[in-house]
T-cell receptor
């Protein structure tokens, strides 16, 4: 079974600075998807960024980028120019890309989250 | 295009009562997933459904919990004889056919069991 570990329960950053959130995962599969989700106080889950394991290029979405190290099974999220609205819980998630298996590969496996505080 | 809708947003039940949580997927989405988030935890997969079919219920507790996604209407997660340990946020997500890697989440239902 796949596991996702976020070793930083809490992080803080000054507004306009850069912060990196860590995520490691364990899998025996070679092809899969990795995600970062943001959960603000409203508790809505918002997709921040997605990475396909077969792609060597790191995904970027505006101020958000990832450092995907497949051999190390590491998937960190970098937030540049942090804004007050970035304050939220951030979850790393894994999903197999192998179809079949009774559909069990469609589920997302989440880490426990990192609470990010942005200081003005 | 409306997002994933869940209702109610907040639900309070006494021990032993039934809880019904509803999820309307995004238009054109035929896959629905339910996740549970206990306090201080990440989301845990419960069940994956397509129209009129349960595809994977490996995360569902064996008793008291059931889910359905009928041909017409929303998906329903039903919890019978609720206990305090069922208090959690329950999230529904949906995805379009052929793009199941992309799950869009609803705002969640917060269930409180007194």
């Amino acid at each position: 079974a796949q596991t996702v570990t976020q070793s930083q329960p809490e992080m803080s950053v000054q507004e306009a600075e850069t912060v990196t959130l860590s995520c490691t995962y364990d899998t025996s599969e070679s092809d899969y998807y990795l995600f970062w989700y943001k959960q603000p106080p409203s508790r809505q889950m918002i997709l921040v960024i997605r990475q396909e394991a077969y792609k060597q290029q790191n995904a970027t979405e505006n101020r958000f980028s990832v450092n995907f190290q497949k051999a190390a099974k590491s998937f960190s999220l970098k937030i540049s120019d942090s804004q007050l609205g970035d304050a939220a819980m951030y979850f790393c998630a894994y999903r197999s890309s192998v179809l079949g298996g009774g559909g069990s590969n469609y589920k997302l496996t989440f880490g426990k989250g990192t609470l990010l505080t942005v200081n003005p | 295009n409306a997002g994933v809708m869940q209702n109610p947003r907040h639900l309070v039940r006494r021990r032993g009562q039934e809880a019904r949580l509803r999820c309307s997927p995004m238009k054109g989405h035929s896959h629905v997933y339910w996740y549970r988030q206990l306090p201080e935890e990440g989301l845990k997969f419960m069940v994956y459904l397509q129209k009129e079919n349960i595809i994977d219920e490996s995360g569902m507790p064996k008793e008291r919990f059931s889910a359905e996604f009928p041909k017409e209407g929303p998906s329903i997660l039903r919890i019978q004889q609720v206990v305090r340990g069922d208090s959690a946020a329950y999230f529904c997500a949906s995805s379009p056919p052929f793009r199941a890697y992309e799950q869009f989440f609803g705002p969640g239902t917060r269930l409180t069991v007194l």
